[in-house]
């Protein structure tokens, strides 16, 4: 009897999955999905204000948003010209790592740790290198950074370059100082330093 019970619900669930997807539920949760991540530009400015002002970023970056991933809630922005990302991850305190690790060099001992926290796939990272260190000015709000090159290891010949810069912000959704930080990576040949200073120069933190 108690098979037969345990038959019936399989049938049941069954039935229940083939009339979502025939009634066009799958559709419906797809909609739902691609409205949150790309919402317009004007939804995302008002709600990402926890991450700075975007109402001055140029209309050549696509403004988006993404699911929390291994509990750190990140936006990104997709220079459109060339569809390079630019994501920036909410580390929500500075215990992981802080913009001030930039500036006392701490961040050499740190960064590769953090890379393999905030990976998107499987993608792994071999002769990670940091090239140079400096810093943007952004509405007069100094934002240290660092330029990287790699290899990544489960792509043959697969050379790419980015940067990794980090700031920390205070506001009505972050009372608490809260560290952000900027990743970009591309290949060698396609990476365009402007790209990333363009958007971040027009940040208003």
């Not at 701490?106 to 940091?130: C, V």
């Not at 007069?140 to 050379?159: E, G, L």
């Not at 040949?189 to 200073?197: E, H, R, S, T």
């Amino acid at each position: 009897m108690g098979c037969l019970k345990s038959l019936i619900k399989k049938i049941i669930i069954i039935l229940i999955i083939i009339a979502f997807f025939a009634l066009g539920g799958w559709a419906f949760v797809k909609e739902k999905i691609h409205k949150y991540q790309n919402p317009t530009r004007d939804e995302f400015v008002k709600s990402e204000t926890n991450y700075g002002d975007f109402s001055s970023v140029s209309g050549d970056y696509q403004l988006c948003r993404s699911y929390n991933l291994f509990g750190y809630k990140k936006i990104y922005a997709k220079y459109l010209p060339t569809g390079q990302k630019i994501t920036i991850y909410d580390l929500k305190n500075e215990n992981k790592v802080s913009p001030t690790d930039f500036e006392t060099g701490e961040i050499d001992n740190k960064i590769n740790t953090l890379l393999d926290t905030f990976k998107d796939s499987i993608i792994t990272f071999e002769d990670f290198k940091i090239v140079e260190k400096n810093s943007y000015i952004a509405q007069n709000k100094k934002i240290p950074y660092i330029r990287y090159t790699a290899h990544v290891k489960n792509i043959p010949f697969k050379d790419v370059v980015g940067i990794v810069a980090a700031y920390s912000t205070t506001n009505a959704k972050a009372k608490n100082p809260s560290t952000k930080l900027i990743v970009t990576m591309t290949d060698t040949k396609a990476f365009n330093p402007v790209i990333a200073k363009s958007f971040i120069q027009a940040i208003k933190f």
